[in-house]
């Protein structure tokens, strides 16, 4: 995995214009795209159905970020999207946030552009997607905007099914490099490797899903079109995934198979509370804990 102190370039004082444009208009889209996904998810619930109650509905819950190295300690926040309990979807969070202030001494050294000034403005979208039935593979998306004394953008998707499906895989693989190859040719590569690498548990010396995309600290100068590619991601996200769950979502399972899936979030579980930066981050710049756990399965099981 590539240094991200090398990958970025220092600060330009030609892109600061830019960066507040995207300081304004970033999280407008990652607020649209919370909706997009959201309605997306709420019409396959619809199409489903249920034969003794109505279709699961996301619940949103603001929350507020209190920051005491910021004027009436604003330091942001976001929204809780929360479906639960679906014929679908068991559990599914879809997160948006905008947080400010400054990180702790112990932890900005760790960020790019705070080795000197430890303030930070990051944006973005989280989701993660637990399937009623274990034949729909659950899912992982985040695509963020982070500006320090740099700026750059990351994020990703990766998908974890518990039984594997050639179609399915191909087909995941296939909107991935699509995305990729659009922004950069060299890039599906580049990041479909990296993502191998971090979705993996070393204490099981085993892959969390069959992968996807992962990618941080883009800066290649073009900071529209590096902005392009993000809302790139979040859009093939809605096609492939509803795709894959339509695709699933009928085709009957047993207890067997359902012990089956609860294994695999049980190793789900495991990455996002042992090595998942985003939850150190999150927790490490006092986040919504509720939101930052979001990611963690309803239930699960471990052998």
Known sequence: M?????????????????????????????????TQICSMLETIEDEMGHPTRLPARFDFKPWKR?????PNNDGGGGTIGLMEGGAVFEKAGVNISTVHGEFSKEFHKEIPGTETD???????????????????????????????????????????????????TNDFHKAMRDVC????PDAYAKYKLWCDDYFFLPHR???????????????????????????????????????LVRRRMHQEWNMDDKYKQLIKRGRYA????????????????????????MSLPPVAAWS
């Open 2 to 34: 590539e240094s991200a102190h090398a990958s970025l370039p220092q600060s330009d004082p030609t892109i600061k214009t830019s960066l507040i444009h995207l300081k304004d208009n970033a999280p407008t889209w990652f607020a649209e795209l919370q």
């Open 66 to 70: 209190n920051d005491p190295t910021q």
């Open 118 to 168: 430890p303030t930070f403005w990051a944006s973005g979208l989280s989701l993660v997607i637990h399937p009623t039935n274990p034949f729909v593979p659950a899912i992982h998306m985040n695509t963020r905007h982070i500006v320090t004394t740099k700026a750059w953008f990351g994020g990703g998707i990766d998908l974890t099914p518990t039984f594997l499906f050639d179609e399915d």
């Open 181 to 184: 190859d659009a922004y950069n």
């Open 205 to 243: 010396n085993e892959a969390r899903g069959i992968g996807g995309i992962f990618f941080d600290y883009i800066n290649s100068g073009d900071i529209n079109a590096d902005f392009s590619f993000l809302k790139a991601v979040g859009t093939a996200f809605i096609d492939i995934y509803a795709k």
């Open 270 to 293: 495991e990455f996002n509370l042992l090595y998942d930066r985003g939850t150190r981050f999150g927790l490490m710049t006092n986040g919504n804990t509720d939101a930052i756990l």
